[in-house]
């Protein structure tokens, strides 16, 4: 009466109790179809609400409104610099190259980073960001992005473009996100047949790529 994705799962059900509780109800009982409890492996069931994504600024938001909030960004930039200007003094020895390469890399990296950061802020429940064929994926990184070539044709000939991609908020639902013992993922991002292939009930192979946290994201 239970029911399992595959043998592995059944065989870790049965190891986790199922084998002491098969078969010892007894006949006429009530809890004789019951089935035991399989918390321990399979993941929580929840309604995934869809709604459109608000802009950054509202179409009728004035362009005061808005230089008045990038000043305000820029004041408390400002300061924070500020408090932070005596670690300066440490990378004097440090040649010109070698800084200037750094500084590159590393705002280049917090931008994408800080980008992430702010639409989770916006919506902390979120774990599906959907738009086919439009905006790109939300990257969590700049390493690891796919080229046009790492993305295969889908088996109809037809390029893949992307789709929907899964958020990391998605393993604190799931409550996996237990760090170094469970699965991990800055992003999930899913490509799919530009051309809408096959028909029916029938299931086609679509392509997902990896994306993880960057070594220096925090």
């Not at 960004?73 to 990378?91: S, T």
């Not at 020895?93 to 702010?118: G, Q, V």
């Not at 700049?142 to 998605?170: H, S, T, W």
Request: aromatic residues 8%.
């Amino acid at each position: 009466r239970a029911a399992y994705c595959g043998p592995e799962h059944q065989a870790l059900d049965w190891r986790r109790g199922h084998r002491r509780s098969c078969g010892q109800h007894a006949t006429g009982d009530e809890s004789a179809d019951a089935i035991p409890e399989h918390n321990e492996f399979l993941f929580p069931e929840y309604e995934i609400l869809i709604e459109p994504e608000e802009p950054e600024f509202p179409a009728d938001s004035t362009d005061a409104e808005q230089g008045a909030v990038d000043t305000l960004k820029d004041v408390k930039e400002q300061e924070e610099l500020g408090a932070a200007g005596i670690a300066d003094d440490a990378l004097q020895s440090l040649d010109e190259e070698t800084l200037e390469a750094m500084a590159k890399h590393e705002t280049e990296e917090e931008k994408i980073f800080r980008r992430f950061k702010k639409q989770v802020a916006a919506e902390p429940e979120q774990i599906i960001r959907y738009c086919r064929g439009g905006e790109g994926p939300l990257w969590v990184s700049g390493e690891n992005r796919p080229e046009e070539k790492d993305i295969p044709n889908c088996v109809c000939g037809a390029k893949r473009i992307f789709e929907f991609q899964i958020m990391p908020q998605l393993l604190n639902h799931l409550h996996v996100d237990s760090l170094g013992e469970s699965i991990d993922w800055g992003t999930l991002v899913v490509y799919t047949c530009a051309d809408s292939c096959g028909g029916g009930n029938e299931y086609l192979e679509e392509f997902v790529w990896k994306q993880d946290y960057s070594v220096g994201c925090t």
